[in-house]
């Protein structure tokens, strides 16, 4: 059975800084993109950061790029969000996915693409 499980989110005063990590179990998920996105009260979920299957490429919303850090570590079956200069604006629940498909290059937004989804990790930024 696949499973994929965030941690790392909690509550951090504005400016600072999160790690969330996504470990993935019941397959490998080294030859498939994948992404982070989050999901304010109210809101759509929304995309943040998307890695390739080698990690050589990465894509990040407007919103978080150079604040954000995607990683992964195939070793592992596991990717990372790095966090930083975070801004009350930031607040949701942050979801791991995986794409569908195999390989798949360039930046891929839609949240119907991904076929694998962790529980999510609650973030609260307080001002």
């Known amino acids: 059975q696949v499973q994929l499980v965030e941690s790392g989110g909690g509550l951090v005063q504005a400016g600072g800084s999160l790690r969330l990590s996504c470990a993935a ?12 996105f989050r999901q304010a ?14 990690g050589g490429r990465t894509y990040y919303a407007d919103s978080v790029k150079g604040r954000f850090t995607i990683s992964r570590d ?3 079956n596991a990717v990372y969000l790095q966090m930083n ?7 949701a629940v942050y979801y791991c996915a995986v794409d569908q498909v195999r390989r798949r290059t360039g930046v891929v937004v839609e949240t119907y693409e991904y076929n ?12």
């Open 25 to 36: 179990s019941g397959r490998t998920f080294s030859d498939y993109a994948m992404a982070w």
């Open 74 to 76: 195939n070793y592992k």
């Open 41 to 54: 009260p109210g809101k759509e979920r929304e995309f943040v950061a998307r890695i390739s299957w080698s």
């Open 85 to 91: 200069s975070l801004k009350p604006e930031d607040t």
């Open 116 to 127: 694998y989804w962790g529980q999510g990790t609650q973030v609260t930024v307080s001002s």
